[in-house]
Every structure is written in C-alpha cells, then in structure tokens.
C-alpha cells in the first residue's frame, strides 16, 4: 500500500471565501462522514453552494495506521462516487469482490455441504463490488472536498440550525452565520438535527456487537467473500487489496453476542486469532491480525419520517441495519444518489430547494426501499443467528435450492450489486 502525503483540505475552500463571509449557501450539511460529504461533493460538482459542518478535523481521519475498517461499495455506490468525482481521487488501488460464498455451520465443525456460490461471472456485470480501507475513502473526500470552489467546509465546528418556511439560518461555533434553503442531517445515529426537528425513532437493539478486523493469511483469497452464518451472528471475510507488508490481506466482520463479544475483545493476539480461525477454516492457511480490532453494539434503527421543515435525513440519520447482508453503507449512499438527483434538477430549473414537494418526493422514493432492506436483514439475522436444528434443516435446503436456481440466483446477485 502507498502512503502518500495528502495535505488536509482547508476550513474554507479558498474560492468560496468571499460567498462563505457573504453568509449564505444553497445547502447546509451536518455531517461530513462518507454519506453526507458524498452528498456534498456531488451537490458542489453540479455548481451547487454547499456548506458542510463537521465537529471532527477531517484531515487528522488520514492517519497511516491501519485499523482494519474498510467498506465493502457495490457497483451501484461505486457509480455514485464516481459521478461525486470521488473514486478518481482514491489514492491507491482498491480490491475487487468477484465470488460470493455463503454458507451455514457450527463453530469448529465443517460447514453444511450446502452452499450457496454467486459469481460475478453468472451476472453479467463485472464485479459485487470493492473493498475500499475508510483511510482511503476519506484521503479521497479531502482531495475532492479541497478541489470544489461552491464547497465550503466547516470542520471542526458545530453548528446550532434553525428552520422557518422562508429559510434555514445555521450560527457555527466560531460566530459566523450561514443562511440557506435547506438543511440536510448526515450526522449519524444520534443526529441532533433529528431530535431537534421531533423525529421520533424506532429502535430494536440486537444483543448483539461487530468485531471488525484485518488478518493477513498465507494463501491468496482470489477476490472471494465467505459469509459463514453461525448461531452467534454472521462471520464474514471480505477480499482486500495486499500491501507490501500484507500480500494476502481481508477484513473480518464478526458478529457475536454482545457479552462474548466483550470477552473476545480482551484476549491476547494469538487467542483471538485462533478463535477466528476456528470459525474462518483453513482455506486461507494460518492468519495473523494486521492491525487493532473494534467492536460496537448492532440494532435497527428507523426514522418515522426523513423530512421536516426544509429538513431532509439521509444515511445512519434516517435509518440503521444490521450488517449482515453488508449493505449499511451502500442503502445510505442510494439516500444521497435520490437526493442529489432531485436538488440538482431543482437548481438547474431555478427553483427552492428546500421546496417541502420535492422533500415528500425524497421520502416517497427512499423510505419503502429502507424498510425493505431493514426488514430482510433484521429477517435474515432471526433466521440465521439460531442453532435450532429445524431452523438450519430450513435455511440448509433453501441455500441449496437457491444454487440451483440460475434465474433466481442472478437476481440475487443484481439486488447485492444495487443494479
């Protein structure tokens, strides 16, 4: 992997200097995480004014240790980068997923002979997707951020916004003042625009946490993903890009009950990796961490609505999903790709952005396509997190018949592409 030096964008784009002291911007973003400066840029690159607000110094996120987190981005949140000017601006090379193995076991045992193989290939459409490691990501918004003259960022700064019918005046911690047509939350779980607007939440916690890692292994994973479904919660691997250090290089997705979880948090090096290699196998050889583990708690997490008073949700704001399916991410930037479709055409048509039609059409677009995918993955976790044996007879023929099916099986593999 190269590290390359990547100066952090300014407070201010230089070329916004004079509209920024002017006090006044089309939008105003809180939150400038993958979503909401994805949003951003995409706005900006379409010769919208765009205020981003963030309480974090963006630039200290390029730091070179690796900690294992990376994205797994579909072919379709791959497209929406690129139109937001961000993929070009990934600092080195990003790893490609081309085979998706799932398959259904018990720790320490050999997995069920039923399995279920998707290829690339069998789709028609180039690869699942991509692993790209969060410091990439990031390195790539602060090029793109510091390159767009309509973009002005705020970080760190917060940002106290207030909403009427006739406008939204954002008062930052620094004393400036920003008016603008529309407020967009992208700050997370606990969104405070959110809260603010009366937005109530629905929120169903799992008794369950992630453990997030990278290990390197000895044997070459030819850019296939594993999704082991054991009784505690899904194991993942996801093919990444090796480094020098790291030829053979994936990160793991470990899901487990929270108090287990805990425990395997604490054990020395070579115990948790025994314990992942116990539920990995032996098809990659003997594997060793690359880099510092993490873990957090899993729940759903649903909005009751997206929108208010020139007020728009998107991403973790709006809703929240288990990653069994590895879909968080990509559902979040579909909310971006929706809203940016129609401010855009908004701006390019003269009109309000903050128009409360155009909001209900954001809503009317994005919220039956969150539900669905919240309610498959919360389905899938209950199906699969059980070591019921009736259960794993049911979901063991059920992976098998799907294999069988070609029709089903590539729409399958469309609906993970986000084609």
Known sequence: MTDENVSAPPA???????????????????????????????????????????????????????????????????????????????????????KIRVSDGKVGRSASPLYLHFDHEEAGLGSFGWMVEARALRIAINRRIAALPTLALFAPASADISRTDAGVEAVLSSGETINAQLAVGADGRRSRLREQAGIGVVTLPYGQSGIVCAVAHEKPHHNVALEHFLPGGPFAQLPMKGTEQAPHLSSLVWTERTKFAERLMTLPDEIFEREAQRRLGSHLGTIRLAGPRSSHPLSLQHASRYVDTRLALIADAAHGMHPIAGQGLNVGFRDVESLADLLIAAHQAGGDLGDAGLLAAYERVRRPDNLKMLVATDLLDRLFSSDNPGLRLARDVGIAAVHRMPGLKKRFMREAMAK
């Open 12 to 98: 201010v784009a230089p070329a916004l200097e004079q509209a920024a002291s002017a006090t006044y911007a089309q939008i105003v973003i809180q939150g400038a995480g993958p979503a909401g400066a994805t949003l951003a840029c995409r706005l900006a690159g379409a010769g919208v004014t765009v205020a981003l607000v963030d309480r974090m110094e963006l630039g200290s996120m390029e730091e070179p240790a690796f900690d294992g987190r990376a994205y797994a981005i579909t072919a379709g949140a791959r497209g929406l980068l690129e139109r937001a000017g961000i993929w070009q601006c990934l600092p080195w090379e990003v790893g490609p997923i081309d």
